[in-house]
């Protein structure tokens, strides 16, 4: 966490320097990519009753996250160690989100 914090503000490279990044290319839904970074961004007709904000981070390939929420400027990371279900870090994410909202 110390370094999506330190890479989101401005610890690394100036801050307004991170739109040059968000260059974000269609890979497959949800994620998007831009320069080297990633945006799990979900559609909103698949959450109909609120929407979930864009997450700015990246993801491994085991279930590791790491990602910064800037509509509530929040940051995630974690793992679920594991390959046999890689949506289930998501899952976590959007479960952590909606308990953020609430506060």
């Known amino acids: 966490m110390i370094f999506i914090k330190a890479f989101f503000t401005g610890h690394y490279f100036p801050e307004e320097r991170l739109t040059e990044l968000e260059k974000w290319n269609n890979i497959f839904m949800p994620f998007k990519y831009g320069i080297g970074i990633q945006k799990f ?3 909103r ?3 109909p009753f609120q929407r ?3 997450m700015i981070g990246h993801s ?3 279930g590791s996250v790491a990602f910064y ?3 509530l400027n929040i940051y ?3 793992t679920v160690n594991q390959q046999a279900q890689p949506s289930a870090a ?3 994410m959007l479960k952590i989100i909606n308990i953020m ?3």
């Open 41 to 43: 961004s979900l559609p």
């Open 45 to 47: 007709v698949f959450t």
């Open 52 to 54: 979930v904000p864009d």
């Open 60 to 62: 491994g390939s085991v």
């Open 69 to 71: 929420v800037p509509d």
């Open 76 to 78: 995630i990371t974690g």
């Open 90 to 92: 998501f899952q976590t």
């Open 101 to 103: 909202r609430k506060k």
